[in-house]
């Protein structure tokens, strides 16, 4: 997989991307100086959901502004069933082929280290048509759609040139 794809995407479609934004989603989320002082669960290391005094939930997590960036869809599994503790729940899983050229063009590369700046946990919003810019699909939250895993690949020439960003959905209850 991505061995041919070195010298441009095939297939290009848009995708939206929110990216997390770590250093806000840290900040204590009440403000209030509570028992809380970050967003992130000390265990889990993921954001954690607060729920106020009228029961309102509200998530820790906070983002980056959106970006959309071109990439090549493959797909691995779409809203297959697969069974939980608490009935059927839909599992979604596919692979974007980013080019570092166009991650440069959006500022996505770090500039000292050369590392894309996607990342595991960023979230994946919807897919347009790049010639059209016709909305495609939007994809739903919760469970939502993340980056689980962006692994760069090297070409002939010795070149990083795509990214691998495999996508997924949160589980909505424990497996049975």
Do not use: W
């Not at 997989?1 to 990216?19: C, H, P, Q, S, W």
């Amino acid at each position: 997989m991505g061995l041919g794809y070195g010298g441009r995407l095939i297939e290009k479609f848009d995708f939206e991307v929110a990216r997390l934004d770590t250093g806000s989603t840290n900040e204590d989320p009440t403000g209030n100086g509570d028992t809380i002082d970050s967003g992130y669960d000390p265990d889990f290391g993921e954001p954690i959901v607060t729920t106020d005094g009228q029961g309102k939930r509200t998530p820790a997590r906070k983002e980056l502004p959106v970006v959309r960036i071109p990439a090549q869809f493959e797909t691995i599994d779409i809203e297959m069933l697969q069974q939980m503790a608490n009935g059927s729940s839909p599992n979604t899983k596919f692979n974007l082929i980013m080019h570092f050229r166009y991650l440069k063009k959006l500022a996505l590369v770090d500039a000292t280290t050369g590392e894309a700046l996607i990342r595991p946990r960023d979230r994946i919003i919807a897919v347009y048509a790049h010639r059209t810019n016709k909305l495609i699909q939007t994809f739903r939250a919760p469970p939502g759609i993340f980056v689980t895993q962006a692994a760069p690949q090297l070409q002939l020439g010795q070149q990083r040139t795509i990214l691998i960003v495999t996508c997924e959905d949160r589980e909505l209850g424990t497996r049975g």
